[in-house]
């Protein structure tokens, strides 16, 4: 049975760090690997996806990885500014469904 | 291109009532899927409708049931509504039924039991 971790649970940063959030998988046998933006009380925004085939993949300021061997992907976040404040989720996709983490709640001190 | 819509946005129930949530798919895709989310936790897959047929089914009691239309919309119905039911309801629509697919998320239905 698949499981989804995120680590860490919240995190808060001054306003220009680097970051790097984690997700970790229990079972490699995945099709894509999905990272999602939810901003309070709202629904998810997709940000990126990464194919079983692909180790990674990026969007200006949005890097994220996959090991399928390890279990893991990492969604690093260059020069965070105030306006990424949200809650960070992971998908895992299974035969025909996603699983997701439980998320980081992330919040940029300006 | 029209993305995926739902239904209303926000509703709020009496415990023992029922309701109905509802769902347009992206053009072109034959596939919804159902997820429950509720506070501070990851999205719960609920079921998968694929061509009008359920198509997988997650850890939830039988009075979570759906529907999928011939134009692919779909429709996530809940009797005898319990406190714990109050959570944000999220579709996904997505090319087919295989994992392999991206499913593409609407805006959710915040539903509240009383």
């Known amino acids: 049975k698949q499981e989804v971790t995120q680590i860490p649970a919240a995190l808060s940063v001054p306003e220009g760090e680097n970051l790097v959030l984690n997700c970790s998988f229990t079972?490699?046998?995945?099709?894509?690997l999905q990272w999602f933006r939810q901003d309070p009380g709202k629904g998810l925004t997709s940000l990126l996806l990464?194919?079983?085939?692909?180790r990674e993949q990026t969007s200006g300021r949005l890097n994220a990885s996959l090991d399928k061997s390890s279990g893991r992907s990492t969604l690093y976040i260059a020069a965070s500014q105030p306006g990424d404040s949200a809650t960070y989720l992971c998908?895992?996709?299974?035969?025909?469904?996603?699983?997701f983490g439980t998320g980081t709640r992330l919040k940029v001190l300006a | 291109e029209t993305g995926v819509t739902q239904s209303p946005t926000h509703l709020i129930k009496t415990r023992g009532q029922q309701v109905t949530l509802r769902c347009s798919s992206q053009?072109?895709?034959?596939?919804v899927s159902w997820y429950q989310q509720a506070l501070g936790q990851g999205p719960q897959f609920i079921f998968q409708?694929?061509?009008?047929?359920?198509?997988g089914r997650g850890n939830f009691p039988p009075r979570f049931s759906g529907l999928q239309f011939p134009n692919y919309s779909s429709e996530l119905n809940v009797n005898a509504l319990e406190l714990d039911d109050s959570a944000l309801y999220l579709c996904?629509?997505?090319?087919?039924?295989?994992?392999?697919?991206?499913?593409?998320f609407g805006p959710g239905t915040r539903l509240t039991v009383t």
């Open positions: 409708y694929y061509r009008e047929e359920e198509n």
């Open positions: 990464i194919q079983s085939s692909q």
């Open positions: 998908a895992a996709s299974g035969t025909y469904k996603y699983i």
């Open positions: 053009s072109g895709h034959n596939t």
């Open positions: 079972d490699s046998a995945i099709y894509n």
């Open positions: 996904a629509s997505s090319l087919g039924g295989q994992g392999e697919y991206e499913q593409y």
